[in-house]
């Protein structure tokens, strides 16, 4: 059953490099309590206690408005085919910007893509694993292009004013403060 890890192992990373969905959960002390799935090749595994993830413009910015002011995310991630597990990643999370030094770099580590606004960075301190024998199976059949083609469609400009349109706060009103780490002296 249950077990829980310090770090990352081998086989918890390699059982995380063949998936292609995952959950991240954020909240603050008041909020409501976000579940994001995530897919399309944007998560890597930098060592055993540091993952890091691509988040592309979509209809909120919770997780981003969540981590400025509590950091904690958990990342869990599930067998659909196979042997059954659950595995998760608890830990302090930090959000990087393009304004910031470090986007180029980890942005590298990506597929491009034209509504690129967050690289969220997990220090991981704690790993759970769990059975999963609940869990249904189901096939991957491919990746969902629409995102990618309304990014694509939007443009830089249209994706900046969709983030000033719907990307500033959270549900429970929390400042993403998306516009000022994304375009730094542009705004003014």
Known sequence: MGQQFSAMNDKHI??????????VGTATDSSKVNISPKGMDS????????????????????????????????IMFAAFEGNPLILRLYGQASAIHQTDKQWAQ???????????????????????SSCGMAVPFYDYVGEREQLT????????????????????????????????????????
């Open 149 to 188: 083609d309304w990014s694509h469609k939007k443009g830089e400009d249209g994706i900046r004013q969709y983030w000033e349109k719907k990307n500033q706060t959270s549900l429970d009103g929390i400042a993403s403060n998306i516009l000022q780490k994304n375009l730094g002296d542009e705004i003014a």
């Open 43 to 74: 998560f890597r595994v930098l060592n055993d206690k540091q993952v890091a993830w691509l988040n592309v413009t979509g209809s909120g910015n919770e997780t981003a408005a969540h981590v400025q002011t509590h950091p904690r995310m958990t």
């Open 106 to 128: 980890l942005y590298s580590l990506f597929p491009a893509h034209p509504g690129a606004r967050q690289i969220f960075i997990l220090d991981v301190d704690m790993v759970q």
């Open 14 to 23: 390699e059982f995380i490099q063949q998936q292609k969905l995952f959950f």
